[in-house]
């Protein structure tokens, strides 16, 4: 099995100049440890038609290049299946019944970790499993042993986060990110794990869910993010953030590549020769505040 890196898109609309940074810094931390470089796209939800071929045009054009067939989740339903069988197998799942609105109330209630599902549906008796099911699907949430599970990150150090009994599938059949990601992760040999630092607290729970499913936890590097003028995330409504916007405004996808290596403190040029400089240790630990340059 190969050793590698990734980016993993959900194809939701066009990338922004934060998750093409983002891909770059995959790309760079991949090469420079000598692994592969792979793409998944992350289709379960939040898909829009067209979304995948424009993502890898524009990954393309700013020279990130993968080293085999781009994998799609929506292609992989039947290995989510088998690790929930498992889990379900060895006791570890649950029938899930809660509303949106049944979740927010009871995690609101004093002393409950923030986010966290508090357990509701764990304890519901046989009957009452068998009256719910009469009124609503069931999403499946993992039974979970811990309430907090640590990670290693190569840039935020130890990060010791919350584990609470979260949804694998959910209760409309699509099977929930935090199980696919987990799964996949491990079928494509991925052993390192970069992407934005939005994604940190998410990783305490895959970290653990790998652990139970006796799969490789992957060394990971949260990176942070790209943010507007007022320090919040980068959106499609700051302007023009996609490689499609600043082409039209006389920025093309080089000089957009360039400023991203030069915001993480490499030389303009190619990824190529920027990866000799690569030093992971001295990225920037703060998030780059975009501002349309100048053509
Ligand atoms: N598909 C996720 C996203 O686009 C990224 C998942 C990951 O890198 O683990 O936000």
């Known amino acids: 099995m190969t050793s ?37 796209v992350e289709d379960l939800d939040r898909t829009r038609s067209g979304a995948e071929a424009e993502q890898l045009r524009d990954l393309e054009a700013v020279g990130v290049r993968w080293d085999a067939g781009v994998v799609r989740q929506t292609e992989r339903a039947a290995f989510y299946d088998e690790a929930i069988a498992r889990l379900t197998a060895e006791g570890r799942t649950y029938e899930c019944f809660c ?3 049944e979740i927010q109330e009871a995690a609101s209630a004093p002393h409950a970790p923030q986010g966290a599902y508090p357990g509701t549906c764990r304890r519901l008796s046989h009957a ?15 039974q979970a042993d811990v309430v907090e599970w640590a990670v ?17 599938r959910r209760n409309d059949g ?9 799964v996949d992760d491990a079928a494509q040999g ?27 936890v992957p060394e990971y590097a949260h990176v942070p993010l790209v943010v507007n003028h007022d320090g919040a ?22 000089r957009v590549r360039d400023l991203i290596l030069e915001s993480v403190g490499l030389p303009a040029g190619t990824l190529e020769e920027a990866l000799p400089h690569f030093r992971p240790r001295s990225l920037p630990k703060e998030p780059w505040v975009w501002k349309t340059p100048r053509p």
């Open 4 to 40: 590698a890196g990734r980016f993993a898109p959900s194809p939701s609309g066009q990338l922004h100049v934060g998750n093409l940074r983002t891909a770059i810094l995959a790309w760079l931390f991949a090469k420079s440890s000598g692994r592969d470089f792979l793409l998944r």
């Open 99 to 101: 509303t949106r609105r």
């Open 128 to 142: 009452e499993r068998e009256i719910r099911r009469a009124s609503r699907p069931a999403s499946i949430r993992l």
């Open 152 to 168: 290693e990150d190569q840039l935020c150090g130890i990060y010791r986060g919350m584990v609470d009994d979260f949804v694998l």
């Open 174 to 182: 699509v099977t929930a990110y935090n199980l696919a990601v987990v």
């Open 190 to 216: 991925i052993d390192q794990v970069v992407r934005g630092d939005d994604l940190l607290p998410s990783t305490p729970r895959q970290a653990y869910l790998a652990t139970l499913l006796g799969l490789p």
């Open 233 to 254: 995330r980068l959106a499609k409504r700051d302007g023009a953030v996609t490689l499609g916007d600043l082409a039209a405004v006389g920025i093309p996808a080089g």
